[in-house]
């Protein structure tokens, strides 16, 4: 049997924010689909939001994903996600090989550094 990743979604408690955040600050291309869900493409990843009513428990408080978005400059990186006014769940450090960001509802993303062509 082979297993092979499909879509991911996102559950969020304001589309609008979370649009704003994945498409406008991290660049995944968004499309509305006739049901009215937003689809976000990411490369080859593609992404679901999904609104939910129930307001998410506080960041690390129950089991949860943690998703990988790979910069060629972290450096960079932490400078953008600053000027964007980004929540951030680790700060970077000289030398540190990531951080980490949180979305809207507090979800994770680490923010990793690109190593010689490969994660």
């Given at each position: 049997m082979k297993l092979e990743p499909g879509e991911?979604?996102?559950?969020?408690?304001?589309v609008h924010r979370s649009l704003h955040f994945y498409g406008d600050t991290l660049g995944f291309l968004p499309t509305l689909d006739a049901e009215g869900f937003y689809h976000l493409r990411a490369g080859a990843a593609q992404y679901l939001l999904l609104p939910t009513a129930r307001?998410?428990?506080p960041p690390g408080s129950t089991p949860e994903f943690s998703m990988d978005l790979v910069v060629d400059n972290l450096r960079e990186a932490y400078a953008y996600f600053q000027a964007h006014g980004v929540v951030f769940a680790q700060d970077w450090r000289d030398g540190a090989a990531m951080f980490a960001i949180r979305d809207?509802?507090?979800?994770p993303w680490e923010i990793i550094?690109?190593?010689?062509?490969?994660i």
């Open positions: 991911i979604n996102i559950i969020c408690s304001d307001r998410r428990p809207p509802d507090g979800l550094q690109r190593r010689n062509g490969a």
